[in-house]
């Protein structure tokens, strides 16, 4: 049982390309989060999703782009990368009425 | 609008001594409150969660949390710590009534136990 995958796990990019970070659920949950992490602040929230089609935005979503076609991916894309969105980027997931996320392992993205 | 306050960044302590990480939160609305532990190089794993109930939570590798209304805290204890807890503790917050909402954090305390 893989649970949630994130791929590409390290990816190192220049500032101004198009990154896409991928989330995978094999669980069927129906909410799946997007979290960045940064030294300093935690954890924050960029977009989540309540089931597929149903997106909303967190705490820092400009300059990302978020799409929820099928219940088990969920990617995250960088439009025009910045050295802002360097960071370590978490995905969970969650089901629905019940209040524990489970997070996938990380990508750690640096824009250069 | 929640937001939680882990008051140390940091907390070094000698293996098998007992440990307390401060946790407050701010909120207009009832919580559920949650401890999560990062270490090195993975993602979250959840500790322990306070839905309702008893008000002291026992939660994995022997840790336990106390919610205290009145004053706004989750403080996360240990009474005895192993260089395996080394990591990075993070406490959090949804709103009770919107059923899996996103988590507010705080900022994290690293933990380091010595030997």
């Known amino acids: 049982d893989a649970g949630i995958t994130q791929s590409p796990r390290y990816k190192i990019t220049e500032t101004g390309r198009q990154v896409t970070l991928m989330c995978h659920q094999t669980w069927s949950h129906s909410y799946m989060f997007w979290y960045r992490q940064d030294l300093g602040h935690g954890l924050r929230l960029i977009y989540y999703s309540a089931a597929a089609d149903i997106t909303d935005k967190g705490e820092v979503p400009d300059g990302y782009v978020v799409s929820r076609s099928k219940t088990e991916n969920f990617p995250l894309t960088l439009e025009s990368a910045t050295r802002s969105q360097t960071s370590v980027y978490f995905c969970a997931t969650g089901l629905a009425g019940v209040d524990t996320q489970y997070f996938g392992p990380g990508t750690r993205l640096t824009v250069l | 609008a929640q937001s939680v306050t882990q008051l140390d960044s940091q907390v070094p302590v000698f293996e098998e001594a007992p440990v307390e990480l401060r946790c407050n939160y701010s909120?207009?609305?009832?919580?559920?409150l949650f401890w999560y532990v990062q270490y090195p190089n993975q993602g979250l794993q959840l500790l322990l969660k306070y839905l309702s109930g008893s008000t002291l939570v026992k939660g994995i590798n022997g840790f336990e949390a106390e919610f205290n209304k009145s004053q706004t805290s989750f403080h996360l204890r240990k009474p005895s710590v192993h260089i395996s807890d080394t990591a990075e503790y993070f406490c959090?917050?949804?709103?009770?009534?919107?059923?899996?909402?996103?988590?507010?954090f705080g900022k994290g305390t690293r933990l380091s136990v010595i030997a």
């Open positions: 959090a917050v949804s709103d009770r009534y919107k059923g899996n909402t996103p988590l507010v």
């Open positions: 909120s207009s609305v009832s919580v559920y």
